[in-house]
């Protein structure tokens, strides 16, 4: 894949791929103060972390798991992007002044989430230059790829928003042709904007076409090229 078509894919995902290099850049008394002020929870498919409008009081660090970050109002959701191993997560409440959550964050399977405390990390970006540059990249960087997801949404037929999605899923979630989807019709319906009877529908179609196979949960892209194709086209 070449480095436009790439570029292409990373701001038509919805996974926004983090890493711990911002750790690494805290000197040992700032991890050490940092760790002091955490605290690991376990939680649950299926079990809320946070929800939009409550106090912000931490930031999140995804250890493990899948979690999906949403903005929910009456009965309808729009999933923002979800987040894998790595991410840091509630940044978006970390300068002063905005103590209150702008999404809410839910889980997808088993997770294991990092608590860190909001005060103690806005610390840290006062006192650590290179800690703050890039954290404040990580922030550009998942704005950037939101802008992207929305003209996905807004500009984009029915098909090119699923085969973004499938695309997404296998390349930066499961790194595999086949996998099984965590996410119900409805959930993708909230990923791409689509009722649930019309992510059932283009599923079908997919199928019917040569280009997915379904298992029950389990899901194979047989044809990438195509689906490449849809998403840039569709």
């Known amino acids: 894949m070449d480095q436009t078509s790439d570029t292409k894919s ?16 805290l000197t040992e008394p700032e991890k050490a103060l940092l760790d002091e002020h955490s605290v690991s929870i376990n939680f649950k498919k299926g079990e809320t972390v946070c929800k939009l409008g409550a106090f912000a009081s931490h930031i ?15 009965n309808k959701n729009l999933i923002l992007m979800l987040s ?4 840091l997560l509630g940044l978006a409440s970390v300068y002063d002044g905005n ?7 839910s889980t997808f399977t088993d997770s294991k989430i990092r608590m860190i405390d909001i005060q103690i990390f806005r610390q840290l970006l006062q006192q650590n230059s290179n800690f703050s540059y890039r954290i404040i990249n990580l922030l ?26 499938l695309l997404c899923m296998s390349t930066r979630i499961f790194k ?14 909230d990923l791409t904007g689509m009722s649930t009877e019309s992510v059932i529908r283009m599923m079908k179609d997919f199928k019917a076409d040569g280009l997915i196979d379904m298992y029950g949960k389990k899901i194979a892209l047989l044809d990438i090229s195509r689906l490449e194709r849809i998403s840039e086209f569709g």
């Not at 701001?11 to 850049?25: A, I």
């Not at 103590?99 to 964050?105: A, C, E, G, N, Q």
């Not at 996410?183 to 319906?189: I, K, P």
Request: aromatic share 14%.
């Open 176 to 189: 595999s042709d086949t996998f099984e989807l965590p996410l119900s019709r409805a959930d993708l319906g």
């Open 10 to 25: 990373r701001s038509n995902c919805s996974v926004f791929d983090f890493d711990q290099s911002w750790y690494e850049l």
């Open 99 to 105: 103590d209150k959550l702008p999404y809410s964050i």
């Open 84 to 87: 894998t191993q790595n991410s």
């Open 140 to 165: 550009n960087e998942n704005t950037a790829q939101i802008y992207g997801r929305f003209f996905s949404l807004t500009q984009k037929q029915l098909h090119g928003r699923l085969a973004d999605i």
């Open 60 to 74: 999140f660090f995804l250890e493990k798991g899948l979690v999906k970050v949403y903005m929910e109002e009456r």
